[in-house]
Nanobody, 114 residues
Framework: QVQLVESGGGLVQPGGSLRLSCAAS????????MGWYRQAPGKERELVAT???????NYADSVKGRFTISRDNAKNTVTLQMNSLKYEDTAVYYC????????WGKGTLVTVSL
């Protein structure tokens, strides 16, 4: 059974930074894509950033230039460095892994507020 464990959420002031991490373990074959999605209150879940096993990245327009995704293939971990955070970044952030199936973490809350 694949398990994704997220960490790093919390409360931060506008303009601040947070780092989210996700570790994947369990019955995986090969991880093709790792990434982060988020869901704000009253909104649908949306893509934040993804990264392939080869290192190709994809970002939502709203986070380009502010967020950076990276991964460690040997450790099956993915990290999201979030800088210059805005109020509208407030959401539950979900780790995502594609490995012969789609797997999701339970989510970690990021709150941007004074």
């Amino acid at each position: 059974q694949v398990q994704l464990v997220e960490s790093g959420g919390g409360l931060v002031q506008p303009g601040g930074s947070l780092r989210l991490s996700c570790a994947a373990s369990g019955g995986m074959f090969m991880i093709n894509v790792m990434g982060w999605y988020r869901q704000a209150p009253g909104k649908e879940r949306e893509l934040v950033a993804t990264i392939t096993s080869g290192g190709s990245t994809n970002y939502a327009d709203s986070v380009k230039g502010r967020f950076t995704i990276s991964r460690d293939n040997a450790k099956n971990t993915v990290t999201l460095q979030m800088n210059s955070l805005k109020y509208e970044d407030t959401a539950v952030y979900y780790c995502y892994v594609k490995s012969r199936g789609d797997y999701w973490g339970k989510g970690t809350l990021v709150t941007v507020s004074l």
